[in-house]
T-cell receptor
Framework: GENVEQHPSTLSVQEGDSAVIKCTYS??????FPWYKQELGKRPQLIID?????GEKKDQRIAVTLNKTAKHFSLHITETQPEDSAVYFC????????????FGRGTSLIVHP | DADVTQTPRNRITKTGKRIMLECSQT?????MYWYRQDPGLGLRLIYY???????NKGEISDGYSVSRQAQAKFSLSLESAIPNQTALYFC?????????????FGPGTRLLVL
């Protein structure tokens, strides 16, 4: 089955700095890679995703990059703000297959004012 | 707004007790899931259902059972609760008509087994 590893487990940055979270996956059949944000006490919510036919996708201050050859993808947050503080989960799944996502263990991002 | 709801939101129980966590959704989605979240372990899939008559085991199904009573309802049961089942439980849905990939999570049920 799929195995997703996520690093780092904790990331502390100053407001305005950039943050990068990296994930690797094992199953070459995976072709859809979402990122979920979970604020303290809240439910996880999708913030951005990328498909295997695209190398990069941006949405304002967040971006995701994908390297299919190396089987890794990353979340980039620029100009971090305190409201970016949350736990971020990456996931991988084979769209058109089982549609069952495998999640990484999560990264706790802390943005200091 | 269409939503995913879970009851109860918090539950304290004793070892050996049978408990049920319930999930309802008004999104009209066909697929429903139960996850468990533990600190440092992320979200792990317990069971999932693609339709009313479809039940599938996930990564960590031992000690749990589920029932899909209707398209909108998916219940998780702990037959005989044990302390290491203390965790935050999330129900989620997805919609095959929209590709089935995005998970829409409920608010979570925090369970403590003493």
């Amino acid at each position: 089955g799929e195995n997703v590893e996520q690093h780092p487990s904790t990331l502390s940055v100053q407001e305005g700095d950039s943050a990068v979270i990296k994930c690797t996956y094992s199953d070459s059949a995976s072709n859809y890679f979402p990122w979920y944000k979970q604020e303290l006490g809240k439910r996880p919510q999708l913030i951005i995703d990328i498909r295997s036919n695209v190398g990069e996708k941006k949405d304002q201050r967040i971006a995701v990059t994908l390297n299919k050859t190396a089987k890794h993808f990353s979340l980039h947050i620029t100009e971090t703000q305190p409201e970016d503080s949350a736990v971020y989960f990456c996931a991988a799944l084979a769209s058109g297959g089982s549609y069952i996502p495998t999640f990484g263990r999560g990264t706790s991002l802390i943005v200091h004012p | 707004d269409a939503d995913v709801t879970q009851t109860p939101r918090n539950r304290i129980t004793k070892t050996g007790k049978r408990i049920m966590l319930e999930c309802s959704q008004t999104k009209g989605h066909d697929r429903m899931y139960w996850y468990r979240q533990d600190p440092g372990l992320g979200l792990r899939l317990i069971y999932y259902s693609f339709d009313v008559k479809d039940i599938n085991k996930g990564e960590i199904s031992d000690g749990y059972s589920v029932s899909r009573q209707a398209q909108a309802k998916f219940s998780l049961s702990l037959e005989s609760a044990i302390p290491n089942q203390t965790a935050l439980y999330f129900c989620a849905t997805s919609d095959y008509r929209q590709g089935g990939e995005t998970q829409y999570f409920g608010p979570g049920t925090r369970l403590l087994v003493l």
